[in-house]
């Protein structure tokens, strides 16, 4: 069967859409992405604009079209932290499911955490022991870690990157006092979740998922050895900190034009690099291995868990 899952984050909506069968894992067949950056669209009581919802409306209504003539028998229709904490959530969320024709489900953090690894213990295997994960998206960050497909601990603060862009780096290029800002708010956000996490085995391997990540992988990391640099890529600590201030000295406009930075990051990859120097550093992690799952695959294999492959009987 093809299913699908449309993920409404705080930077895309994004259609992913696969074939899955018993045992076997899911082969994607689709994947369709909308720019919006909501968190430009946030007035100063945290609602949606109503420019912002209407831009949301119509990528949530081609993403159905599109789900539509890819022929998926079942969508499932996710939002996370942008959708979840705006003033005007109710509202918006009501128009999302009137374009959709279904329930919208809105994810919490921490069970936004808790599918995105389930996404990363799958891909990495049983034998990868223990893991720490961290996804930066648009609005929050998570942060999970454990030895089972379920993590012992899982957080959700919000430091993403859209968020942190607009609150302390609205300038462009932004200036090294605003760095600086960013920097300590970031360090104090995420002092008492190290401090949570401490009492947890050291991990065997430490994880980043979500597309900044990759972006920002692409820029100051390299392929882990025997791999290529689709299947895994190696993010140290050392590089990111060196490309931080390198990065916040250029236009967001020629970004693009390095490694990994795609259109759509060039404006909140500055903040995105930030946050997640001060969260591998507070966690005592010198590098961290690139999944290339995340949210919209840990969405799709717990609905898939949750099916009956039986056959009928005669």
Do not use: C
Request: no cysteine; proline share 7%; glycine share 8%.
């Amino acid at each position: 069967m093809r299913l699908g899952v449309l993920d409404i984050g705080s930077n895309t909506v994004h259609l992913l859409a696969a074939d899955v069968h018993p045992g076997g894992r899911p082969l994607a067949t689709t994947s369709q992405r909308t720019v919006l950056r909501l968190m430009r669209y946030l007035d100063a009581d945290g609602a949606i604009t109503e420019e912002g919802v209407r831009a949301l409306v119509d990528a949530v209504a081609e993403a159905r079209r599109t789900a539509e003539a890819e022929g998926v028998d079942e969508l499932l229709a996710t939002a996370t932290s942008a959708v979840r904490e705006a003033t005007n959530g109710p509202e918006v969320i009501a128009r999302i499911e009137a374009a959709l024709g279904q329930e919208l489900q809105v994810l919490g953090g921490e069970t936004e955490a808790r599918y995105t690894f389930l996404a990363v213990r799958r891909w990495f295997g049983w034998a990868a022991g223990q893991i720490l994960l961290f996804d930066i998206g648009g609005g929050s960050l998570e942060i999970a870690a454990g030895a089972d497909e379920l993590p012992d601990a899982a957080e959700s603060v919000p430091l993403g990157a859209g968020r942190m862009t607009v609150q302390f780096l609205p300038e462009d290029p932004p200036g090294p006092d605003a760095i600086d800002a960013l920097r300590a708010h970031a360090a104090s956000v995420l002092q008492p979740v190290a401090e949570r996490f401490a009492g947890l085995p050291r991990p065997d391997h430490v994880v980043g998922s979500s597309k900044a990540i990759r972006s920002l992988a692409k820029l100051a990391g390299y392929p882990a050895p025997g791999w290529s640099s689709i299947e895994k890529m190696i993010l140290p600590r050392k590089e990111l900190k060196a490309w931080i201030p390198r990065l916040a000295r250029i236009p967001a406009e020629m970004r693009q034009e390095l490694p990994g930075i795609t259109a759509d990051r060039t404006f909140q990859i500055v903040a995105g690099a930030v946050v997640l120097h001060q969260a591998m550093k507070i966690m005592d992690v010198d590098e961290l291995e690139v999944s290339p799952w995340a949210l919209r695959e840990g969405v799709l294999l717990r609905y898939i868990e949750s099916l009956n492959w039986n056959a009928p009987t005669p």
